[in-house]
């Protein structure tokens, strides 16, 4: 049985780990950490009774202290209290299920202390992926891919990428598939939120409204499968049955297909190698009645070609997409730009950045901070 940091409990995928873990006792959680959300951290923490709970905004932290003072679990507080959490010497694996470039440094410094990494967020590896994925290796330290995709990737080769000739990475096409880039413009955060086939939270949400969550994907890929761009593809399946494929020399294919669950990835990553059953539904090929499959419509999703640019540059490039398209897609959601103006922000942040090719962790630090401040700086025409 594993033990656990959970990086992001009160989350998406951070809730749908404890309900797996709760379906078949898979793991024991040492640590949890949460942003704000400390009504529900006081029920895991009840529940779960962490040795440490971390809260990311001090006065929120300081309330939880308090409700749960007849707890043994010790509250902190800040990315401190966080990478606290992940390094807790109890911990083995750490689920990383923060949102955006906020895992980059727990990640790291649990990749330090040989802790496996159980990986959720993917702005880690878009951001930082020259420096977490030599770091692994050089600690023997396994990266787990909690998402669907890359999971279903990371099955397929039997966690051995070595003789691929081609990954096929799949995309829902989220809610605007089929439509044309005039159709979308000035679609609300409303319809944006409305995916056809998964429940994630808003950040997630949006970004595969735009296809930048595809975008964002391919770079996580290039860094967990060491491949080159030319040897990923990306295609478009609205059904969300078949979860990605592996290519051969030979031209054989080889998919992971299930039910749109992100319970089945979350528990093999917890279970891996071993399988256990977790509560997914079974999949029954008399009721799907069809699997297609399409090209990305880049021209009507131009996210998706920006995230090839930035990885095709490289160095600190990714990390400039990731914190542009961050910002912009929170000023989205609050009706600050429109939803066509989110890929029109991230080329001009972009354009803007003078990449470094190595980066050290400073430099990709900085260029986030860059691209953030650009992006919220910057105004439509």
């Given at each position: 049985?594993?033990?656990?940091?959970?990086?992001g409990?009160t989350?998406?995928?951070g809730?749908?780990?404890?309900?797996v873990?709760?379906?078949?006792k898979?793991?024991?959680?040492?640590t949890?950490s949460v942003?704000?959300?400390?009504?529900?951290?006081?029920k895991?923490?009840?529940?779960?009774?962490p040795k440490?709970?971390?809260?990311v905004?001090?006065?929120?932290?300081k309330?939880l202290?308090?409700?749960v003072?007849?707890?043994?679990t010790?509250?902190?507080?800040?990315?401190?209290g966080?990478?606290?959490?992940?390094?807790?010497?109890?911990?083995?694996?750490?689920?990383?299920a923060?949102v955006?470039i906020?895992?980059?440094?727990?990640?790291l410094?649990?990749?330090?202390?040989?802790?496996?990494?159980?990986?959720?967020?993917?702005?880690?590896l878009?951001?930082g992926?020259?420096?977490?994925?030599?770091?692994a290796?050089e600690k023997?330290?396994?990266?787990?891919?909690?998402?669907s995709?890359?999971?279903?990737?990371?099955?397929?080769?039997?966690?051995?990428?070595r003789t691929?000739?081609?990954?096929?990475?799949?995309?829902s096409?989220?809610p605007?598939?089929?439509?044309?880039?005039?159709?979308?413009?000035?679609?609300?955060?409303?319809?944006?939120l409305?995916?056809?086939?998964w429940?994630?939270g808003?950040?997630v949400?949006?970004?595969?409204?735009?296809?930048?969550?595809k975008?964002?994907?391919?770079?996580?890929?290039?860094?967990?499968?060491d491949?080159?761009?030319?040897?990923i593809?990306?295609?478009?399946?609205?059904?969300?049955i078949?979860?990605s494929?592996?290519?051969?020399?030979?031209?054989?294919?080889?998919?992971?297909?299930s039910?749109p669950?992100?319970k089945?990835?979350?528990?093999?990553?917890?279970?891996?190698?071993?399988?256990?059953?977790?509560?997914?539904?079974?999949?029954?090929?008399?009721?799907?009645?069809?699997?297609?499959?399409?090209k990305?419509?880049?021209?009507t999703?131009?996210?998706?070609?920006?995230?090839?640019?930035?990885?095709?540059?490289?160095?600190?490039?990714?990390t400039?997409l990731?914190?542009?398209?961050?910002?912009a897609?929170e000023?989205?959601?609050?009706?600050?730009i429109k939803?066509?103006?989110?890929?029109?922000?991230?080329s001009d942040?972009?354009?803007?950045?003078?990449?470094?090719?190595?980066p050290?962790l400073?430099d990709?630090?900085g260029?986030?901070?860059?691209a953030?401040e650009?992006?919220?700086?910057?105004?439509?025409?």
């Open positions: 049985m594993k033990k656990i940091a959970l990086l409990s989350g998406s995928i809730t749908q780990t404890l309900e873990i709760d379906e078949n898979c793991a024991e959680v040492e949890l942003y704000s959300n400390i009504e529900l951290a006081e895991q923490i009840r529940k779960y009774k440490l709970a971390a809260v905004l001090e006065d929120r932290a309330e202290k308090v409700r003072a007849d707890t043994n010790k509250i902190l507080c800040g990315t401190e966080i990478i606290s959490c992940a390094v807790h010497n109890n911990v083995d694996t750490v689920v990383t923060v955006g906020s895992g980059l440094l727990p990640t410094e649990a990749i330090k202390e040989g802790k496996n990494i159980a990986l959720a967020n993917k702005e880690t878009v951001a992926g020259c420096l977490v994925m030599p770091l290796k023997g330290v396994k990266i787990l891919p909690v998402d995709e890359h999971s279903a990737i990371f099955q397929s080769c039997n966690g051995d990428s691929l000739k081609k990954i096929l990475l799949t995309a096409g989220g605007f598939f089929g439509k044309k880039k005039e159709e979308i413009y000035n679609m609300t955060p409303e319809q944006a409305k995916h056809p086939n429940s994630m808003a950040k949400t949006i970004d595969s409204s735009t296809l930048m969550n975008g964002l994907e391919v770079i996580e890929a290039a860094h967990l499968f491949m080159s761009l030319d040897k593809q990306v295609v478009v399946h609205p059904q969300s078949v979860h494929m592996v290519e051969y020399e030979d031209n054989s294919v080889i998919a992971q297909l039910v669950d992100m089945l990835p979350i528990s093999y990553a917890l279970t891996y190698p071993e399988r256990k059953y977790c509560g997914t539904k079974e999949a029954d090929f008399f009721e799907i009645a069809n699997i297609t499959f399409s990305p419509d880049t021209e999703f131009p996210c998706l070609k920006l995230a090839f640019e930035a990885q095709n540059i490289g160095g600190t490039m990714p400039v990731n914190g542009a398209n961050e910002i897609v000023k989205f959601l609050k009706k600050e939803f066509g103006n989110i890929p029109e922000l991230i942040v972009m354009s803007k950045h003078s990449a470094t090719l190595s050290s400073n990709i630090l260029a986030d901070k860059w953030r650009a992006a919220a700086e910057w105004r439509p025409i």
